[in-house]
């Protein structure tokens, strides 16, 4: 799977950051891609901040805490069991995506590290293996 970041801006000229997937679920979305841009309207800096939160989460689950651990966005979430995540829409569950827990955690810290940059004109792409 491919993950795509860029930044965009609006007609006001600020910049929010975008995730796109090359993979996409039945319903045609990719939850693990916006599980990550979904800011609530925050933007990057406190998205940076709440990343910290996910990857302890993931750290957790993979270390074997009682499950499920659920990290949650405004309209999207994800939900740690162990060796699992499970990238969903908030409000239709079945609008799901499966990973493991440790490309997870990756992949949390490289949209990180890429929303701490700040707005930059080209986009970066992140190939994960999600089985």
Same mark, same amino acid.
């Given at each position: 799977? /491919? +993950?795509? $970041?860029?930044?965009?801006? $609006?007609?006001?000229?600020?910049?929010?950051? =975008? #995730? &796109?997937?090359?993979?996409? %679920?039945?319903?045609?979305?990719?939850? &693990?891609?916006?599980? +990550?841009?979904?800011? !609530?309207? &925050?933007?990057?800096?406190?998205?940076?901040?709440?990343?910290?939160?996910? /990857?302890?989460?993931?750290?957790?689950?993979?270390?074997?805490?009682?499950?499920? *651990?659920?990290?949650? =966005?405004?309209?999207?979430?994800?939900?740690? %069991? !162990?060796? =699992?995540?499970?990238?969903?829409?908030?409000?239709?569950?079945? #609008?799901?995506?499966? +990973?493991?827990?440790?490309? $997870? *955690?990756?992949?949390?810290?490289?949209?990180?590290? $890429? *929303?701490?940059? !700040?707005?930059?004109?080209?986009?970066?792409?992140?190939?994960?293996?999600? =089985?």
């Amino acid at each position: 799977m /491919k +993950l795509t $970041f860029s930044w965009h801006q $609006f007609s006001d000229g600020t910049s929010y950051a =975008r #995730c &796109l997937s090359d993979k996409e %679920n039945p319903q045609g979305a990719s939850p &693990l891609a916006h599980v +990550l841009d979904d800011d !609530g309207g &925050l933007g990057a800096e406190i998205a940076v901040k709440w990343i910290e939160e996910g /990857k302890r989460l993931a750290r957790q689950a993979m270390a074997g805490a009682p499950g499920p *651990l659920h990290w949650v =966005r405004e309209h999207f979430m994800a939900e740690m %069991n !162990g060796e =699992r995540t499970t990238a969903s829409s908030v409000h239709d569950p079945s #609008c799901a995506q499966e +990973l493991p827990t440790r490309v $997870f *955690l990756s992949v949390l810290q490289s949209w990180q590290d $890429f *929303l701490a940059t !700040g707005p930059v004109p080209k986009s970066h792409t992140v190939e994960i293996d999600d =089985r």
